[in-house]
């Protein structure tokens, strides 16, 4: 047996303190790895612990409401329009090609003024004849009358030839009488034997021709009053064909009228003041007043507005119309210019309602001089206030408010306190309200705008506490 090989070989006493000192640098980098872990999953597992610890609140960032939305606070809204109580499409009333347009959008009018020219040598010609008929017609009352005139001087010849046959008639008879007594004197003188038979004999020869006169006379004046009838007949048809005459005379200024009425007509004239607002038609087409559908006529040549008759059209709620009155104010704010509140009146409240959208028509009116800041079809809210409210707070007008919900606001200790978000912390801060309605508060002072609020806060949510926020 070889003992040699069972020596047992015996190792340095510090090579083992050696090898136990080594782990130090391997316990030192499974320290760095640990830290490291730590640092890498740290928000993580902190953001999984806030998840499960704080309370999750939804958030509004304040900002500064337009004066519309404050005013709203103080009493009943409304979405309205800029209407025209006078508005007009312009058209003609008898169908026609335009062949001269004078207006465009904007153009501004007077009452009267040519807005568009139809095609119109037909119209003046039938002017024209119109108009030769009344100068004959005129001619023929001018003869008639002549006519009349005659009749009269022959009237007057007959009248006066008449009375001359009436003396000579009476004349006459005198003469008869007087040769009736001669003969009569001379029978009695010869009865007497004191005249002679001759002197009998003259006197009656002299009867008998003062009667032949008398005939003849009273035969002349026959003839007279006859021929003073006559004229009277024929003064009268004279004076029945001066008022016919008259009569064409009339109906050819009635048919000159027509054809007057007619050419003017070819002219759309501006029934009002105002200001064109849309041209519905060019030159060259062809507008009637009875357009109806697939006719490629036009049925107006432009619309025009009367800017001073512009109002606001208010839709207002069923259930908020008690909050209108009549005559009372109203607060209207532009679409356009939402910081400029105009100072309305409620004019008109609607009779009917509509029952597809349960609401009410109202019209306000506002003073000539805001009046020029409207323009048909502007969109704007409306502000009801009653007549027992007093003079408008100027801040409405001045400058811009803070309005939040009331629901981002709590009483603690009494004081009105909402909640500023910090980070993920949340301050307690007191405010001071204003008007409360409808849900919305004015802060008249505690917040400025750029903060965030808590929206909904926790009941039990306190100063300084840290909150999660909802995602948005």
Same mark, same amino acid.
């Given at each position: 047996m070889d003992l040699q090989s069972l020596k047992i070989e015996r190792r340095p006493a510090n090579a083992t303190s050696r090898r136990r000192r080594n782990p130090w640098p391997l316990r030192a980098g499974l320290l760095a790895l640990a830290a490291a872990a730590v640092w890498l999953f740290w928000a993580p597992v902190r953001a999984f612990l806030d998840r499960i610890n704080l309370p999750e609140v939804r958030t509004l960032l304040v900002t500064e409401a337009n004066p519309a939305a404050a005013a709203a606070v103080r009493g009943t809204a409304a979405n309205g329009y800029v209407v025209a109580a006078r508005r007009a499409a312009l058209s003609s009333d008898v169908p026609g090609r335009i062949v001269a347009m004078n207006v465009r959008e904007g153009t501004v009018v007077k009452r009267g003024d040519i807005v568009a020219r139809l095609y119109s040598d037909e119209y003046r010609a039938a002017l024209e004849r119109a108009a030769a008929d009344l100068a004959v017609a005129e001619a023929g009352v001018g003869r008639a009358d002549a006519l009349v005139r005659e009749r009269e001087a022959d009237r007057a010849r007959a009248e006066n030839a008449e009375r001359a046959a009436v003396a000579r008639a009476a004349e006459t008879a005198a003469d008869v009488e007087f040769a009736v007594d001669e003969h009569g004197r001379a029978v009695e003188l010869q009865r007497a034997a004191v005249g002679s038979a001759r002197e009998v004999d003259r006197t009656r020869s002299d009867l008998e021709v003062k009667r032949a006169r008398g005939a003849s006379a009273a035969?002349?004046?026959?003839?007279?009053?006859?021929?003073?009838? %006559? /004229?009277? @007949? $024929?003064? !009268?048809? #004279?004076?029945?064909?001066?008022?016919?005459?008259? &009569?064409?005379? *009339?109906?050819? %200024? /009635?048919? @000159? $009228?027509? !054809?007057? #009425?007619?050419?003017?007509?070819?002219?759309?004239? &501006?029934?009002? *003041?105002?200001?064109?607002?849309?041209?519905?038609?060019?030159?060259?087409?062809?507008?009637?007043?009875?357009?109806?559908?697939?006719?490629?006529?036009?049925?107006?040549?432009?619309?025009?507005?009367?800017?001073?008759?512009?109002?606001?059209?208010?839709?207002?709620?069923?259930?908020?119309?008690?909050?209108?009155?009549?005559?009372?104010?109203?607060?209207?704010?532009?679409?356009?210019?939402?910081?400029?509140?105009?100072?309305?009146t409620v004019d008109r409240i609607w009779p009917t309602a509509d029952r597809t959208k349960a609401t009410v028509e109202v019209r306000i009116v506002v003073p000539p001089e805001q009046r020029e800041r409207l323009r048909p079809e502007y969109g704007c809210r409306v502000v009801f206030r009653t007549a027992r409210d007093g003079p408008v707070d100027a801040s409405l007008t001045a400058s811009k408010q803070i309005v939040i919900p009331e629901t981002a606001l709590v009483e603690i200790d009494g004081m009105p306190v909402a909640f500023v978000i910090e980070r993920d912390t949340v301050r307690a801060t007191t405010v001071t309200v204003g008007e409360r309605k409808g849900g919305r508060a004015t802060i008249e002072a505690g917040l400025r705008p750029g903060q965030r609020i808590v929206l909904e806060p926790p009941p039990a949510l306190r100063d300084r506490d840290r909150v999660r926020i909802a995602d948005r």
């Amino acid at each position: 047996m070889d003992l040699q090989s069972l020596k047992i070989e015996r190792r340095p006493a510090n090579a083992t303190s050696r090898r136990r000192r080594n782990p130090w640098p391997l316990r030192a980098g499974l320290l760095a790895l640990a830290a490291a872990a730590v640092w890498l999953f740290w928000a993580p597992v902190r953001a999984f612990l806030d998840r499960i610890n704080l309370p999750e609140v939804r958030t509004l960032l304040v900002t500064e409401a337009n004066p519309a939305a404050a005013a709203a606070v103080r009493g009943t809204a409304a979405n309205g329009y800029v209407v025209a109580a006078r508005r007009a499409a312009l058209s003609s009333d008898v169908p026609g090609r335009i062949v001269a347009m004078n207006v465009r959008e904007g153009t501004v009018v007077k009452r009267g003024d040519i807005v568009a020219r139809l095609y119109s040598d037909e119209y003046r010609a039938a002017l024209e004849r119109a108009a030769a008929d009344l100068a004959v017609a005129e001619a023929g009352v001018g003869r008639a009358d002549a006519l009349v005139r005659e009749r009269e001087a022959d009237r007057a010849r007959a009248e006066n030839a008449e009375r001359a046959a009436v003396a000579r008639a009476a004349e006459t008879a005198a003469d008869v009488e007087f040769a009736v007594d001669e003969h009569g004197r001379a029978v009695e003188l010869q009865r007497a034997a004191v005249g002679s038979a001759r002197e009998v004999d003259r006197t009656r020869s002299d009867l008998e021709v003062k009667r032949a006169r008398g005939a003849s006379a009273a035969a002349d004046l026959e003839t007279a009053k006859l021929a003073t009838t %006559a /004229a009277e @007949r $024929a003064l !009268a048809v #004279a004076r029945a064909e001066v008022e016919v005459a008259k &009569a064409q005379r *009339d109906a050819a %200024a /009635a048919t @000159r $009228a027509q !054809a007057q #009425a007619t050419l003017d007509k070819t002219d759309v004239r &501006a029934p009002f *003041d105002g200001v064109v607002v849309l041209k519905d038609a060019e030159v060259g087409e062809v507008v009637s007043p009875n357009s109806q559908g697939g006719s490629t006529a036009r049925g107006a040549v432009c619309t025009m507005v009367d800017f001073e008759s512009l109002e606001i059209q208010a839709e207002v709620p069923e259930t908020s119309l008690s909050s209108v009155e009549l005559g009372a104010p109203a607060d209207v704010f532009l679409d356009a210019r939402p910081d400029d509140r105009l100072a309305g009146t409620v004019d008109r409240i609607w009779p009917t309602a509509d029952r597809t959208k349960a609401t009410v028509e109202v019209r306000i009116v506002v003073p000539p001089e805001q009046r020029e800041r409207l323009r048909p079809e502007y969109g704007c809210r409306v502000v009801f206030r009653t007549a027992r409210d007093g003079p408008v707070d100027a801040s409405l007008t001045a400058s811009k408010q803070i309005v939040i919900p009331e629901t981002a606001l709590v009483e603690i200790d009494g004081m009105p306190v909402a909640f500023v978000i910090e980070r993920d912390t949340v301050r307690a801060t007191t405010v001071t309200v204003g008007e409360r309605k409808g849900g919305r508060a004015t802060i008249e002072a505690g917040l400025r705008p750029g903060q965030r609020i808590v929206l909904e806060p926790p009941p039990a949510l306190r100063d300084r506490d840290r909150v999660r926020i909802a995602d948005r």
